[in-house]
């Protein structure tokens, strides 16, 4: 009789085991494999909209972010080299954008005046000499130089390597979607891309590199795209990646957290729509600007709007 009880125990413990896991299986199809922590079921979203924002890492609010020797293009550049992030060629980031790590190091390098034609090579200014002895090859070298260095700069024969310093920019693509269930709006970051920015300055009289030098092309060049669920993992696993906090030492917060607390500030510079516009396409100038405070403040009183009754 016990025997008897047991099986049928067993049976009934491995029937509703089954259905569980084939629920929970059909239950996780429909999350977004790209959100890092928020994640809702698309059947709870009642409202949903793309964003991207232009963050300057050198402006005063994103510097904890650009601490130096502490710079989250630091920490980015160490972890493709070693492969343990992956980057994509956009911000899509699917199999289909994957970039090698060998691409990611020729996006490093820009070729000195005079390597090419036209200036700027056939990469548009970044060359494709050298990647082996960065330690994307055989060797096992830091792809990276030293970019902890005081200087920063390194050049190689045939260009010059970028340092993390100089990815002064970062374009964050970001979900906004209101739950029904929980009656909650989510700010859910998928894609962050490292931007070079346009040169600032013209040749060093001195011979010194300048951000001409680093990019002589003139205008914003995009390095690589970033999962923002690997990015958070990245830094989550990594004590010395600071959001540093300089006016409470003992505050300093992680990486992962100071996203997610959303301490940065960025401009909106597009936001999806059918013809793929960005806001700078459509306006010029100042009028850009006011368009994309004026998405922002629509944001803020679609909101506010959602509890008026």
């Known amino acids: 009789m016990k025997k008897t009880n047991f099986v049928i125990f067993l049976f009934l413990f491995l ?16 999350y977004n494999p790209l ?60 199999e289909r954008q994957l970039m090698t790590a060998e691409e990611f190091a020729a996006k490093l390098v820009v070729e000195e005046e005079g390597a090419a034609d036209d200036g700027f090579g056939d990469d548009d200014g970044f060359g494709d000499d050298g990647f082996d002895d960065f330690g994307f090859g055989e060797e096992e070298e830091d792809p990276f130089g030293d970019p902890f260095g005081d200087g920063g700069e390194e050049e190689e024969e045939g260009g010059i390597i970028i340092p993390p310093q100089e990815i002064s920019l970062m374009e964050l693509k970001e979900d906004i979607y209101f739950d029904r269930v929980h009656s909650r709006i989510y700010f859910d970051i998928q894609a962050v891309t490292l ?70 500030k960025g401009n909106i510079v597009k936001v999806a729509n059918v013809d793929d516009n960005r806001i700078a396409d459509l306006f010029d100038g100042k009028e850009a600007i006011i368009q994309s405070l004026k998405v922002e403040q629509d944001l803020i009183e679609w909101e506010a709007a959602l509890w008026e009754y």
């Not at 928020?38 to 009642?46: A, G, P, T």
């Open 195 to 264: 931007i070079l920015p346009a040169a600032s300055a013209d040749r060093s009289s001195d011979g010194g590199f300048t951000s001409y030098d680093y990019n002589p092309a003139g205008f914003e060049k995009a390095i690589a795209s970033f999962r923002f669920v690997d990015l958070y993992n990245l830094f989550r696993n990594n004590s010395d990646a600071l959001w540093y906090n300089d006016r409470n030492i003992a505050q300093h917060k992680n990486l992962s957290d100071a996203f997610l607390l959303r301490l940065f």
């Open 15 to 30: 029937f509703f085991a089954t259905v569980d896991q084939v629920r929970s299986q059909s239950v996780r199809e429909g």
């Open 35 to 94: 959100s890092a922590t928020r994640q809702v079921h698309e059947d709870y979203l009642m409202w949903k909209r793309t964003i991207w924002r232009n963050i300057n890492l050198k402006e005063p609010q994103n510097k904890p972010f650009f601490a130096k020797n502490r710079e989250i293009t630091k920490f980015i550049f160490d972890a493709v080299a070693n492969g343990t992030l992956q980057p994509y060629t956009n911000d899509s980031v699917t």
